[in-house]
């Protein structure tokens, strides 16, 4: 079971590989209180996944929603990246546009304060593949050692 944390912590989730209904077990077993959506457009071709479906899952289990879009990777950042797979230029380029999205940071440093588990979500099932990382990375930096991130590991 998981250990009780008198800090808040922040996890990341990639849903890649995942059902939905697989999805909420993890969320669930990591005791989430508010899943926040960082993708830019929260639309899937996978079943659940699109914003309106994912969110009405989650309140059915109890965990609230939030769609952050300004956290999310913009499409050239991401074409780019398609384009030459540099994770190194892709987290540059993601750091710049973040350093601009200081009220989006705040919103979910807001969530993080009024919840224990919040959950970062995108597609991407490596944390060190995806742009949430950045996000959970600068979190923990806003929260100066009193926030625990951690990457759920799934096993699809």
Same mark, same amino acid.
Do not use: M, N, P, V
């Given at each position: 079971m998981i250990a009780e944390n008198k800090e808040p912590t922040l996890l990341t989730i990639g849903y890649e590989g995942l059902d939905l209904s697989g999805f909420v077990k993890y969320l669930t077993w990591h005791k989430v209180e508010v899943l926040v959506d960082v993708r830019e457009l929260p639309i899937?071709? *996978?079943?659940g996944f699109s914003k309106s479906a994912l969110a009405e899952a989650m309140a059915e289990n109890g965990i609230g929603y939030e769609h952050i879009k300004a956290l999310g990777s913009p499409g050239p950042i991401r074409k780019q990246l398609k384009a030459d797979w540099d994770y190194d230029t892709f987290f540059d380029a993601y750091? %710049?546009?973040q350093n601009g999205?200081?009220?989006?940071? %705040?919103s979910l440093s807001e969530i993080i304060e009024e919840n224990r588990r919040v959950c970062l979500l995108c597609?991407? *099932?490596a944390h060190e593949e995806c742009h949430r990382s950045r996000v959970a990375t600068r979190m923990e930096r806003a929260f100066d050692g009193h926030l625990t991130v951690e990457p759920v590991k799934t096993w699809a």
């Open positions: 899937s071709r *996978k079943k750091e %710049d546009y999205q200081g009220e989006a940071l %705040d597609f991407e *099932k």
